[in-house]
């Protein structure tokens, strides 16, 4: 069974990775860290942690683990809620912790909001021209 994770970083929207139950725990960090090269800012270096809220504590995901996806998700059932009738808890979410944003916070400053990074939501412009052009030849506006 696939199972999807949302990474949740402080520099851009969630992204989605999914993998088999069977994925080593290892793999798991190494594809994660991988997309959030292409997915952000950040570098794999700049990552500091990759983790789970559980409780009142914060479960990290190892780089060396003998855990697959499965065990990892059954050994905090807490978190990871095991419903198989919803589509909703096969979706999971993870959490990065970046450099730069845990060097703010340990310093008492202002952590970074990295609002300039994430694009605004645009009609492509090659979808504008075809409403235009639709709109033009049937009097239909597509927008």
């Known amino acids: 069974m696939k199972i999807t ?9 969630p992204f989605h990775v999914s993998v088999s139950e069977d994925t080593p725990m290892f ?3 190494r594809i994660i860290l991988c997309d959030i090269e292409m997915n952000t800012i950040l570098m794999k270096d700049d ?3 990759l983790f789970i809220p559980c409780g009142d504590m914060c479960v990290s995901i190892p ?3 003998r855990h697959t996806v499965r065990t990892f998700i059954e050994k ?4 990871f809620h095991l419903d198989s009738s919803s ?3 096969k979706i999971h979410r993870l959490f990065v912790m970046d450099r730069l944003y845990l060097d703010k916070i340990k310093s008492n400053q ?4 990295y609002n300039d990074i994430i694009p605004p939501k645009e009609t492509p412009i090659i979808k504008n021209v ?4 639709v709109a033009l030849l049937t009097g239909v506006n597509m927008t």
Do not use: H, K, Q
């Open 5 to 13: 994770f949302e990474v949740e970083t402080t520099c851009s929207r």
């Open 27 to 29: 793999e798991l960090r």
């Open 76 to 79: 905090y059932p807490e978190y």
């Open 63 to 65: 780089e060396l683990s």
């Open 130 to 133: 075809f409403n235009i052009a």
């Open 47 to 49: 990552v500091m942690d």
């Open 87 to 89: 589509i909703w808890t």
């Open 110 to 113: 202002d952590a970074p909001i």
